[in-house]
């Protein structure tokens, strides 16, 4: 069965420690790995796409990276508002859904 | 609109009731998307709609629940005989196409029933 799992569940980190979020999954022929920020109250909001090993994106403070079996967020110096929820998800090829892992709660400190 | 919107951004609902969630996809999206979102879990998925035709219906939880898109641009999410299970945050997404494409998100329905 097709499955995402994040880790940690909840993180807190100081304001520039930086520190890398983690994305397993079970899919064989990954036809896409995505990456969402999430606030409260509030629709997941599209941050990276990797499609395959080997591939790297960056936007500011983040840096994703995948594998044949995971993918890494990368949260550089992090500041207080990148305090929010990050989802990873997945398709496999032959279907249409995406399958979301559970989120990591990333709580940045001042 | 810029982008995805759903109303109502609340409904409060009786168990047994019916209730219709709406959705207004980004103009051109082909690609709609329908999830529920459980406190402390991400989206779950519903159903996929291409055009005006459900193509994946595969998440619907039972025959209470039913979406259509009639024109291919607004979504209506139905669910009949409410339950208090199926409160949730109900979320859409469209996109340009169905696959390996990023989607963009409304900011979601929260249904309570009581």
């Known amino acids: 069965e097709d499955q995402v799992t994040q880790s940690p569940e909840a993180l807190r980190l100081q304001e520039g420690e930086s520190s890398s979020l983690n994305c397993s999954y079970t899919v064989s022929g990954l036809r896409g790995l995505f990456w969402y920020r999430q606030d409260p109250g509030k629709g997941p909001e599209f941050l990276f796409t990797l499609y395959s090993a080997g591939e790297e994106k960056e936007k500011e403070r983040l840096k994703a990276t995948l594998t044949k079996k995971e993918s890494f967020l990368h949260i550089t110096a992090p500041k207080p508002e990148d305090s929010a929820t990050y989802l990873c998800a997945v398709q496999a090829p032959g279907t249409y859904k995406y399958i979301f892992g559970t989120g990591t709660r990333l709580k940045v400190l001042a | 609109g810029a982008g995805v919107s759903q109303t109502p951004s609340n409904k409060v609902t009786e168990k047994g009731k019916y209730v219709e969630l709406r959705c207004d996809p980004i103009s051109g999206h082909t690609a709609l998307y329908w999830y529920r979102q459980s406190l402390g879990q991400g989206p779950e998925f519903l159903i996929y709609f291409q055009g005006t035709g459900a193509a994946d219906d595969s998440g619907l939880p039972n025959d209470r629940f039913f979406a259509v898109r009639p024109e291919g641009s607004v979504s209506t999410l139905k669910i009949q005989r409410t339950e208090r299970g199926d409160s949730a945050v109900y979320l859409c997404?469209?996109?340009?196409?169905?696959?390996?494409?990023?989607?963009?998100f409304g900011p979601g329905t929260r249904l309570t029933v009581l």
């Open positions: 997404a469209s996109s340009q196409g169905p696959r390996g494409v990023e989607q963009f």
